[in-house]
């Protein structure tokens, strides 16, 4: 199909009434609906659709940086603002799939030089939406890279939200500097920018990948998370990020900022003290991140 800005979009549809769009710009997906009809992806009314840059909301994939360490190279890197290409839609009893590519090419070796291969893929059914990127290095030689999946979740009013789950972890405060421990629930009722790092010990089943997002009291919306890297399960990181009026950017324009949550898994690397060791990729090897997202009510 044709979205905003005429750019191509694909939708799934599911018998029971849920349905997906995703822009190939980006492999952005910017709609989850329930079989009630409910929204459960916010995008920004002040959303840019020209093909160039980042579209503000949705599911926006950082790829191969997350934020700017590498300064020659865009905020969370190019995958976000590529062109994709629809590789297959797919449909059986349970739902509907879609899967959509992305391979350097002359321009993003220009950015990163490095040959890979990234394929997004997009599963509706009843009751979820499960989204997985999978990242394959197609060199000779290992590369190191951070990818996110940057959902932005639809919810009524920010000062309201809890996230549960990431109790008991680490994160880093980019809000206002420093490391803190996260002890219950996390509540956004300002400017909140945060990655909770992925320490804990997959093996004790304690991995605290589920999240659970909170309003009014009750729970709307589970979401599981993963991530590996060469068939491994990694710990991953989840960054939890809202701008409020203080740091919402251009295309965010106030108060559209209290109708969103981001809860973002990622594989962005090691933690040590203040600086982060990338995950590196083996020649041949495969890494994914998915997000599963089962709204409750
Ligand atoms: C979050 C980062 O993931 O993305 C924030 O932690 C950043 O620091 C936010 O501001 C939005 O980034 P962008 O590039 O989409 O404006």
């Not at 905020?75 to 449909?91: K, N």
Request: aromatic residues 8%; contains cysteine.
């Amino acid at each position: 199909g044709k979205g905003q800005g005429d750019l191509d979009t694909v939708e799934l549809r599911h018998a029971s009434g849920a349905s997906a769009q995703i822009y190939l710009f980006g492999a952005t997906l910017t709609s989850y609906k329930t079989p009630d009809g409910v929204e459960r992806i916010f995008v920004s009314p002040g959303a840019i659709f020209d093909g160039k840059k980042a579209i503000r909301g949705g599911v926006p994939l950082v790829f191969p940086q997350f934020g700017q360490p590498d300064k020659a190279m865009a905020q969370h890197g190019f995958a976000r603002s590529s062109h994709w290409t629809l590789a297959s839609v797919e449909d059986n009893i349970e739902g509907s799939t879609a899967t959509l590519t992305l391979v350097d090419s002359e321009a993003t070796r220009a950015l990163w030089n490095h040959s890979f291969a990234l394929e997004f893929v997009v599963s509706l059914t009843a009751a979820s939406l499960k989204m997985t990127l999978k990242v394959t290095n197609t060199s000779e030689a290992p590369f190191s890279f951070q990818t996110l999946l940057h959902t932005y979740f639809r919810v009524s009013d920010i000062g309201e939200v809890g996230v549960r789950g990431l109790g008991g972890r680490t994160y880093l405060d980019k809000a206002n500097g420093g490391k803190e421990l996260q002890v219950s629930d996390v509540a956004l009722p300002s400017f909140t920018d945060r990655v909770y790092v992925g320490g804990k010990d997959l093996a004790s089943g304690n991995a605290a990948k589920d999240v659970l997002i909170i309003q009014k009291g009750g729970v709307s919306c589970a979401i599981c998370n993963e991530g590996s890297i060469a068939g491994v399960p990694k710990p991953i990181e989840i960054v939890v990020w809202n701008p409020y009026e203080e740091k919402s950017p251009g295309d965010l324009p106030p108060p559209a900022f209290k109708e969103f949550v981001c809860v973002e898994p990622g594989l962005i690397g090691q933690m040590k003290d203040d600086f982060v060791e990338m995950h590196e990729l083996p020649a041949g090897a495969v890494a994914c991140i998915s997000q599963k997202i089962i709204p409750t009510s």
